[in-house]
């Protein structure tokens, strides 16, 4: 009994147990507070300007964020812009190939110092050396191939500026959860932006987005019920057939 117990918690370790703990309730949020967008606004980095006095800080013409005619724009390590992502793709390919080919190729050695004659008294009746060899080859091969996809996904997303590289491209990192009775909706977005293709209205669209990785899924008794068992999708895997 000891040794099936220390089995059983084996695979329940190997397997993962944690799907088990959501058992009759929902699943929990991801902390907030451990991630790299909690840590950049925590850590905004040194200011461009130290030097400042009082007058200038106070004033509703200056360049600052915060006063009357500043760029509100995300700039800096902290900082939080919108990024819209609208995507509506549609791909068509169609392909077919058909391939043939005959062959046929004969060889005789009728004469050749009078060896072929001598020979043809050694071979058995009906055989000589006048056609010594003859092939036929003829192969086929014909190929079809579709494919159709379509996307459409409408979705906005504030995401917060994890790093300011050297050349003063913005590395942006944002995600958004929303719970449904018992299923989790989570969105990930992150890439490297331009701070110039950020419009005045601080946002930026998905496709002005350098190694953009945006993931949209979930997480709950709904996914749970459409993935497939972990015996099926380790069987998928190791067996060849």
């Known amino acids: 009994m000891k040794k099936v117990l220390i089995s059983a918690g084996f695979l329940c370790g190997a397997v993962a147990c944690s799907p088990l703990e959501e058992v009759g309730r929902a699943p929990d949020f991801t902390n907030s507070v451990t991630g790299p967008e909690y840590n950049a606004m925590m850590s905004p980095g040194f200011p461009a300007t130290v030097d400042r006095s009082r007058k200038d800080v106070a004033s509703l013409w200056s360049r600052e964020q915060q006063s009357l005619l500043g760029d509100r724009r995300a700039l800096k390590r902290g900082d939080i812009l919108t990024v819209v992502i609208e995507i509506d793709e549609k791909a068509e390919i169609s392909n077919s190939t058909e391939r043939s080919r005959d062959g046929q190729k004969s060889m005789g050695i ?13 071979l ?11 092939t036929n080859s003829s192969t086929s091969h014909q190929g079809d191939g579709q494919v159709k996809r379509k996307e459409k996904i409408t979705l906005r997303v504030a995401a917060t500026v994890v790093d300011v590289l050297q050349n003063g491209v913005l590395a942006i990192q944002g995600s958004q959860e929303v719970r449904v009775n018992f299923e989790i909706r989570e969105l990930l977005v992150s890439g490297y932006v331009r701070p110039g293709d950020i419009t005045r209205q601080n946002q930026i669209t998905y496709d002005k987005i350098a190694s953009a990785r945006i993931s949209y899924g979930g997480r709950g008794q709904i996914t749970t019920v459409q993935q ?3 015996g099926q999708q380790i069987a998928d895997i190791v067996l060849p057939f």
Do not use: D, T
């Open 228 to 230: 497939p068992a972990y």
């Open 110 to 122: 009728p004469s050749f110092f009078g060896l072929p004659q001598r020979a043809n008294e050694l």
């Open 124 to 134: 058995p009746v009906g055989a000589n050396m006048a056609n010594a060899v003859e």
